[in-house]
């Protein structure tokens, strides 16, 4: 029994089994993760920005003539902390990101991590 299951070596076939298990582990953990901040209270907590950073994630890839195509995307985070002092770092999109400041204090609203909105506070 030289090869196994149709012609493919026992090798292939847990090198197969091996990446089928990565593909559905990662569709589970995101299946989990999905569901646990969708069954998350909305909380609204009374907040100030403390930091804001940036994560560029970069892509190449060969085409069939080839060349190679590279792509980029960026993540956008915010960290807050709110009046008990416990912080809280969320991905925020670009537009959303841009209308924050450092130091600015207001009213955050999430839902597990994920960010709903900040309502800033305007002093006179």
Do not use: C
């Not at 030289?2 to 990565?22: E, H, S, T």
């Not at 890839?61 to 902390?81: A, I, K, P």
């Not at 002092?85 to 841009?98: C, D, P, W």
Request: without cysteine; aromatic residues 14%.
């Amino acid at each position: 029994m030289r090869f196994f299951m149709g012609g493919f070596p026992p090798i292939f076939m847990i090198f197969f089994a091996i990446i089928l298990g990565v593909i559905i582990f990662s569709i589970i953990a995101t299946a989990k993760n999905y569901y646990r901040n969708a069954t998350s209270p909305i909380l609204s907590e009374h907040a100030r920005i403390v930091s804001k950073r940036t994560e560029v994630i970069r892509n190449s890839s060969m085409s069939g003539d080839n060349h190679t195509h590279n792509s980029s995307r960026t993540r956008y985070y915010v960290t807050f902390e709110t009046d008990a002092g416990q912080r809280i770092e969320l991905i925020l999109s670009g537009k959303e990101y841009g209308l924050l400041a450092e130091g600015d204090i207001g009213l955050l609203t999430y839902q597990g991590e994920w960010y709903k909105k900040f309502e800033r506070e305007i002093f006179r």
